[in-house]
């Protein structure tokens, strides 16, 4: 982390951005399925994700879907996630998630790579959690977002 300590500790706000992330596992481990994402692209702001302005980092990060069925699945990995959701039922598709994060309800992950190949996953329970130490990336002016 460096120089950039400071921005990464007092920005509480920190959400993965699924758009510029990279998709490197999908592993089935009984009944839950674990996502890698190697390197995800992280947010760090001090309120809604960049409204005034934060960092930009590069981390691993795992999410772990509990409960959870694999539909389909890329065959080419890892690859760059082009598009996609996280859908929890009665809330909107989120693109961005809070690290570290845990959601239960009816969940789906539907994920699209950039070589228009499919991850679905349905499943119960959600957790979302960093692994490693975070790697400055760059600096996001609060214009960007509007």
Not at 10 to 36: F, K, T, W
Not at 71 to 98: E, H, N
Request: with cysteine; charged share 20%.
């Amino acid at each position: 982390m460096g120089a950039h300590q400071e921005s990464w500790n007092g920005h509480p706000n920190r959400e993965v951005d699924l758009h510029d992330s990279n998709l490197a596992s999908v592993e089935q481990a009984g009944e839950a399925v674990v996502i890698r994402l190697a390197p995800a692209y992280v947010i760090a702001s001090g309120d809604e994700p960049a409204k005034n302005g934060g960092t930009g980092w590069s981390v691993d990060v795992e999410i772990t879907l509990h409960g959870a069925s694999l539909k389909t699945a890329p065959i080419t990995l890892p690859c760059w996630i082009s598009d996609g959701f996280v859908g929890l039922a009665g809330c909107a598709r989120m693109y961005l998630l809070s690290l570290p994060s845990s959601l239960e309800g009816d969940l789906t992950v539907y994920l699209i790579t950039e070589n228009a190949e499919e991850l679905l996953i349905k499943a119960t329970r959600m957790e979302v959690v960093m692994i490693g130490e975070p790697v400055f990336a760059e600096k996001i002016e609060p214009d960007f977002w509007r």
